[in-house]
């Protein structure tokens, strides 16, 4: 009984200075349990994480955390290894210190936390005016997700904090609801979540920009320490089904609204075609659906996509897609017959 008065004098004790006091100069709002589970699912602890173990591991939530406060992935990726190694190899505007500052990684040495030869990473949450710090941290042998208060001269006090230049400034070039075009060939789509497959999408792609907290995010390439990009959450259709994933700003180029496509009249309806024969026991034609380039008898992304490769000059169309590509009826495949299958779609005309 006297164990659990102490448990949960503890925890109100910890939760009175997690909510109450500020650290010195700023005030970090620290994750719950829950928001941390939502974030297993975001790039900075899955697709742009070099850490394996993902969602029990000191390493993985320490470089993931400090992402998602805004401090410079290109610094933090100078710490690759075991976390003994980290303030050795802390390079790139990373500083190793004695003084511990809020934002700020946490470094136990082999053998400094709780005899683990591996040593230990975490996070300085805030510094309070005592000297204590609040850490939170994750491990594969307690718990995935903690955060707990250190009192100075504590054997647990760390051997060393290594403080982290922030990152380049997000970037505001893409907004939810536009579109984005494909620049270059074999363009890596890194699909939502953990051990994902890459899909790599021909040039002329069409991808809907999605609201996402991530998006804008100045961050390497996995399995790179050189190449960094702003990414982008974004909707593609991959062979006929639409997928959610990461796009790198580099290789996209603004090419539209959803909402706000532009004004162009539909061409007049065609004259008859004094050859037609009405008898299809003289004769079989083909029944083409205009704007459906994929014959699937769905107008949608992925006709869009199509008419977009071809007009480009990624792909070339078969005579039946030509036809239906060509819903303005002019003779040729442009990007005004693009702009109309997208208002189709998106239901601002019914017909062509």
Request: glycine fraction near 8%; charge should be negative.
């Amino acid at each position: 009984m006297r164990a659990i008065t102490r448990l949960v004098l503890s925890f109100l004790v910890l939760l009175l200075i997690i909510t109450t006091a500020g650290p010195v100069g700023a005030v970090r709002q620290v994750m719950t349990r829950e928001e941390f589970d939502l974030w297993l699912a975001y790039p900075e602890y899955t697709i742009f994480n070099p850490f394996p173990s993902k969602g029990r591991n000191c390493t993985w939530y320490a470089h993931g955390r400090m992402m998602q406060l805004g401090y410079c992935k290109y610094a933090l990726d100078s710490m690759r290894f075991n976390a003994y190694t980290w303030a050795g190899h802390a390079d790139r505007g990373a500083l190793v210190t004695d003084t511990p500052v809020a934002g700020s990684i946490a470094f136990w040495e082999s053998g400094a936390f709780f005899g683990s030869m591996l040593g230990h990473v975490g996070v300085v949450e805030a510094v309070r005016e005592d000297g204590s710090i609040i850490v939170s941290d994750s491990s594969s042998s307690t718990s995935a997700y903690r955060v707990y208060p250190i009192l100075p001269g504590k054997d647990i006090w760390p051997t060393a904090f290594i403080t982290v230049p922030l990152a380049q400034a997000r970037s505001s070039q893409f907004m939810p609801g536009q579109l984005a075009l494909v620049s270059a060939n074999g363009l890596n789509f890194r699909l939502d979540g953990v051990n994902q497959p890459v899909v790599q999408l021909l040039k002329g792609t069409m991808a809907i920009i999605r609201a996402h907290p991530s998006n804008g995010l100045y961050a390497s390439q996995p399995g790179s320490i050189t190449a960094y990009h702003h990414w982008w959450y974004a909707e593609v259709e991959v062979e006929g089904e639409l997928k959610h994933g990461w796009l790198a700003q580099t290789y996209l180029e603004f090419a539209g609204y959803v909402d706000q496509l532009p004004d162009i009249e539909p061409a007049p309806a065609p004259a008859p075609n004094p050859n037609f024969n009405p008898d299809p026991e003289k004769e079989s034609t083909p029944v083409v659906m205009l704007g459906d380039v994929t014959g699937n008898g769905l107008i949608d992304i992925r006709d869009i996509s199509l008419v977009m490769q071809k007009v480009i000059g990624v792909i070339a169309l078969s005579d039946e897609q030509t036809a239906a590509a060509d819903v303005n009826s002019d003779g040729i495949i442009d990007v005004r017959d693009v702009t109309l299958i997208m208002r189709h779609t998106l239901g601002y005309i019914s017909s062509f």
